[in-house]
DNA sequence: TATGAATGAGAGTTCATTCAT
DNA sequence: TATGAATGAACTCTCATTCAT
């Protein structure tokens, strides 16, 4: 189990100042105010006085507001898919490399509702509209899944006539809507706890 | 099969039959420029350009630019509800029910390209900033799922240890995947061609 | 002799409203402003305000205000340079024609403090810095300044061996100096008054 | 002739003698940015950044960005009146001093054509809207210039009926114009050669 | 109903200047 | 002296909405 807070800490780039405690700062405020009032409605001002710094500030550290928007889900990101890589290299089945993702996913936004509540509200824009570096990710993180589930099904696992392609997408927008269900949700639950059913209902909806 | 295109035509109110013709050139204006641009992005002016009509006169049919949204939301989402239900109410078998709306999901969108895109893009930002009555409208939506889903608990089609809601958003979650997927990709493919698989994955994992 | 007041109306481009009203009042009011602030000091609030109308409204008639300043500009000088042709297309002698031209340039400035102030103070600026097009005004201008003494040095009033280029500066700015010159001074006299002499001191310069 | 590098050198006030290389440095960083740019575009960051200095820095040596431009163009000009005062009590023919004059006056610019471009582009704003200490140096240019046509009035030279003052802006306008016309143009040729034809057209035109 | 000129509040961004180090 | 991160006032321009015609 990983420890989930840093799990979807996000890092300042290795160009910012040596402690990026500002950097940090502001990203992280950046995030409550996105998750509060949307990337559109969101001002800078206010991302600004939640950081405690002036708005001038903000741009010493981000070139315009989108890049903020752009640091904050590309870092997350980032550090999630290599997480996963990484993990995934160490796991031998292919199903319990997919319990895992299920895991991850569902523990990395379940453990910062804000970074959450940014990811199902604002990346599907952001993959539209913003640069499309979050795209790439995204198309990084189904080739994971996408991988598990070729190797399962070589591995005799899944049933060998399914569509890669889309029983990842099964997977993927299982938890997905997981997430957003969650997000909506004016009661709290601790997210990673839906992970086994969805786990469950998805693995063996590919199983023979 | 439904017919496709009628299924996501937006309807005017009663009150303004009259001069639905206008309204509706608005909405479907309004539709696609959402999708071109994205809620905030988009201009009221570029919705009565493309309408043929002057700006003051969206307000004549619209409270505000938010009530154009919602409009279009809401009234695609009502016909494909209601539509649903009563498809849904002349069909016996749970499994079937299932399969049956995700081939309307996918066709409903799959006929409309705008309408798929707003709906995938600006539907939980509405959710969450704009008016929940749309929110409401997916409540509905899942609801009947889940009402299918318990239905095949209890006929023992679906095992009976699995949490309804938990299904009910495996389902919905993979659909919506699939149609998000279709949205951002490139080339052209007939989206409900891809119920079948979907429903099969989804319904073989809540099967014993 | 021209009707002063006429000579330096600026008027508004035939694409422009059927008045033109709004056009004209804003224009004048940032001939104005530039004039007692400087292009870059004045505010496109200050053009707004004095013009009686809303900020906002300025950008209904003028791309950004770069192009207020431009459009007077080349209003101006346009207009300036076309009643110049004209009138020395009706002048034979190559003398009389810089005596007319030294008349209607100091007329012409005289007439409108304001519009001279902007000429002397951000015409150069623009010629370097923004659109060249006023620049263009200036060489036709100079133009017409050098055909005359070209004229003159055929027809034996002038030296021939003088540069054409070199005489046609010196006619332009000592009558650009004089214009500074009323432009900064705080009593106030009629620069029109100043014309003959300065005519008198160029033309026996380049005479034989 | 005079050695023309060191006509035009700023100098630093004799109270940062001690530190009058950075003084220089950031003076000249400034001449050249604000040559590029205009006054108002150029940034102090900028200038420190050309001058190699920290941004803070430039305020140690100046105390605002406009104390630089006023700065830059009051030594140069102080040292060019200066010298041009002295070397004119050195001559005792009237037509000889203007002659000298338009020779210093070109060559000084000529030579330095990033002050060149400062004096014939900002030089008017500042005497305007900036410190009227620039104006003074001009009135004091001009006093000499219009002694030497009083002196060669008197000594019959120079028509006596001519307004000294007309006379005064005729010959500095027509210098001036040279510069301006210099500046502007893409085609580099040496400035001071035009001296002697335009002192020729003007000390003609003043002449009987 | 329909128009579209006019409004004016609002927000992102810049940059001269300061000051703790 | 020198630095450069931080400040925050200021300004241009946009655009949803209104209303006189």
Redesign the pocket.
Known sequence: MPKKDEETQIQPPASS?ATGE?YQRILDAAVAVFAEKGFHV????DIASKAG?????V??YFK???EILMSAINTAFDAFVNRARAELASIPSPPDKLRRLAHMHLSALGSNRNLAVVFQMELRQSARFLAPFSHEHMIEYLGLVREAIRQGQEQGFFRPDLNEKIAANCFFGALDEMVTSWVLASNEYPLEGTAEPVANVILHGLGK
């Open positions: 100042r500002k969101a001002r800078v001002a710094v002036a708005d001038g500030t741009y010493l315009n507001k989108e």
